[in-house]
């Protein structure tokens, strides 16, 4: 899909999400209306709960342009009704601060993927306690493989973030469409042996259309990239790709190879659902408590 038809198609989502807030504007005139990227709800959704109750209505605009365009369109037109939006961050500069909830990481994902979130998956799905071994082994090899991970898809991540500031400095067309993996050719993926086989050279290739990136501007980059963890800086995509990897060899170990593991587990992943299966484990901003109470 060219540039101009994603522009077209978000446009058009953000008309389907504004001609929905009206309709629903009309009998709820003082609930809060939330506007979201894809399935960011999920997240979210239960947060807004626990300071509004079942008064405030989802409204899922598509993507990150739609949620922006339904802002302006909702801000120009009905400025006083009760509105709150929320998108990832990206490797983009915030926008709308005050009125825009940006996340303080890449996306939503990374809030899934620290080892705070690990330890309460441990606690509440595998029973775990902090004093048991097993607990501190596994803790230790989540953060070891972890880095490897980050170690591994650095490049490409720094990479990707280059390519995108590049084209905004310079009003130019990133074409790069990535999909939820990594990609499987430049990294393997195993708990205990993550490898690297990938270089800018394999990147090119493999991204031919993209804005052209040198070893300059890499190296120009790298110096600032890690001011934040990889935690957070890195595409959160790849960080829960990661996540659901460790956590399957955890639940393949209980139940079969129970080398850290002994008890069986009836704990399991969809990948498809984690946003929401794991969302009472995941981080909660203070940023976004703040900008949710500001809801009110």
């Given at each position: 899909?060219?540039?101009e038809?994603?522009l077209?198609?978000?446009?058009?989502?953000?008309?389907?999400a504004f001609?929905?807030?009206?309709?629903?504007?009309?009998?709820?005139?003082?609930d809060?209306?939330?506007?979201?990227?894809?399935?960011?709800?999920?997240?979210y959704?239960p947060?807004?709960?626990?300071?509004?109750?079942e008064?405030?209505?989802?409204i899922?605009?598509g993507?990150?342009?739609?949620?922006?365009?339904t802002?302006?369109?909702?801000?120009?037109?009905?400025?006083d009704?009760?509105t709150?939006?929320?998108?990832?961050?990206?490797?983009?500069e915030?926008?709308?601060?005050?009125?825009?909830?940006?996340?303080?990481c890449?996306?939503?994902?990374?809030l899934?993927?620290?080892?705070?979130?690990?330890?309460?998956?441990?606690?509440?799905?595998?029973?775990?306690k902090e004093?048991?071994?097993?607990?501190?082994?596994?803790?230790?090899?989540f953060?070891?493989?972890?880095?490897?991970?980050h170690?591994?898809?650095s490049?490409?991540n720094?990479?990707y973030?280059?390519a995108?500031?590049?084209?905004?400095?310079?009003?130019?067309q990133l074409?790069?469409?990535?999909?939820d993996?990594?990609p499987?050719?430049f990294?393997?993926?195993?708990?205990?042996?993550?490898?690297?086989?990938?270089?800018?050279?394999?990147?090119?290739?493999?991204?031919?259309?993209?804005?052209?990136?040198?070893?300059n501007?890499?190296?120009?980059?790298?110096?600032?990239f890690?001011t934040?963890p990889?935690?957070?800086?890195?595409?959160g995509?790849?960080?829960?790709?990661?996540?659901?990897?460790?956590?399957?060899?955890?639940?393949?170990?209980?139940?079969?190879?129970k080398n850290?593991?002994?008890?069986?587990?009836?704990?399991?992943?969809?990948?498809?659902?984690?946003?929401?299966?794991l969302?009472?484990?995941s981080?909660t901003?203070?940023?976004?408590?703040?900008?949710i109470?500001?809801?009110?």
């Amino acid at each position: 899909m060219k540039p101009e038809d994603l522009l077209k198609k978000s446009r058009n989502s953000s008309v389907v999400a504004f001609h929905r807030f009206v309709l629903l504007h009309r009998e709820y005139k003082t609930d809060l209306f939330c506007f979201y990227e894809g399935k960011d709800s999920h997240y979210y959704f239960p947060r807004i709960n626990a300071n509004f109750g079942e008064n405030h209505h989802p409204i899922i605009c598509g993507n990150k342009k739609s949620v922006i365009h339904t802002y302006e369109s909702i801000n120009n037109k009905y400025p006083d009704f009760k509105t709150a939006f929320f998108i990832d961050k990206d490797f983009d500069e915030e926008i709308y601060e005050n009125d825009i909830y940006n996340t303080p990481c890449y996306s939503i994902e990374n809030l899934y993927c620290t080892q705070t979130v690990l330890k309460r998956i441990l606690k509440n799905e595998f029973m775990l306690k902090e004093t048991d071994s097993e607990f501190t082994e596994i803790i230790d090899l989540f953060n070891e493989n972890q880095k490897e991970h980050h170690r591994a898809t650095s490049l490409f991540n720094v990479w990707y973030s280059t390519a995108k500031e590049k084209a905004r400095l310079n009003n130019l067309q990133l074409n790069i469409s990535l999909n939820d993996k990594f990609p499987k050719d430049f990294v393997t993926i195993k708990i205990g042996e993550i490898k690297s086989d990938y270089n800018l050279t394999k990147i090119k290739e493999k991204f031919p259309d993209a804005i052209e990136i040198n070893e300059n501007e890499i190296k120009e980059s790298m110096k600032d990239f890690y001011t934040i963890p990889p935690t957070k800086k890195h595409r959160g995509k790849y960080e829960i790709e990661f996540l659901i990897i460790f956590l399957k060899y955890l639940i393949e170990d209980c139940n079969k190879n129970k080398n850290i593991l002994k008890k069986k587990t009836t704990f399991n992943i969809d990948k498809s659902l984690i946003l929401t299966q794991l969302s009472q484990y995941s981080e909660t901003p203070e940023c976004l408590i703040e900008y949710i109470k500001n809801c009110a």
